[in-house]
């Protein structure tokens, strides 16, 4: 685990950590993959649902983001846990863009209109 802005680390599980916030009574936890924050490399998918089960609270992913491809790819995670996700770089750099990211994964995104109504496939 890495603290004040990544330069600090320590020896303390990230899991542990969480759950131990979760009987403090936290309402969620933001969970950051610092080898991959800010690569636009895709976020630690295996990592983020291994976090997911561990805790009964919402989980936000953080880190690689690179594409709307990396968005999608966090929706099964949904059924875990990860309830939302946050967007640094990629939005700096216009590889994502907040309107097509927010129809994309938003609330009516695209895989959830049908076709017959107008719906696209998942990447076009």
């Known amino acids: 685990m890495a603290t004040r802005g990544w ?3 320590s020896k303390v599980d ?5 759950q131990q916030m ?3 009574g936290a309402a969620a936890v ?7 924050d800010g690569t636009l490399k895709g976020p630690n998918i295996a990592a983020l649902r291994t976090m997911a089960q561990a805790v009964s ?3 936000i992913a953080s880190g ?4 709307l491809r990396d968005l999608l790819s966090l929706l099964p995670l949904e059924t875990y846990g990860v309830t939302g996700v946050i967007v640094g770089r990629a939005l ?3 590889d994502v863009s907040l309107k097509e990211a927010v129809r994309a994964i938003g609330n009516g995104r695209w895989q959830d ?3 017959s109504l107008g719906g696209v496939g998942v990447l076009g």
């Open 64 to 67: 690689g983001v690179g594409a």
């Open 30 to 36: 933001i969970y950051t993959d610092i080898k991959r």
């Open 113 to 115: 209109v049908p076709p």
């Open 22 to 24: 979760q009987h403090q």
């Open 14 to 18: 990230a899991i542990d950590l969480a």
């Open 92 to 94: 700096y750099t216009g």
């Open 57 to 59: 609270m919402p989980v």
């Open 7 to 9: 330069l600090e680390t």
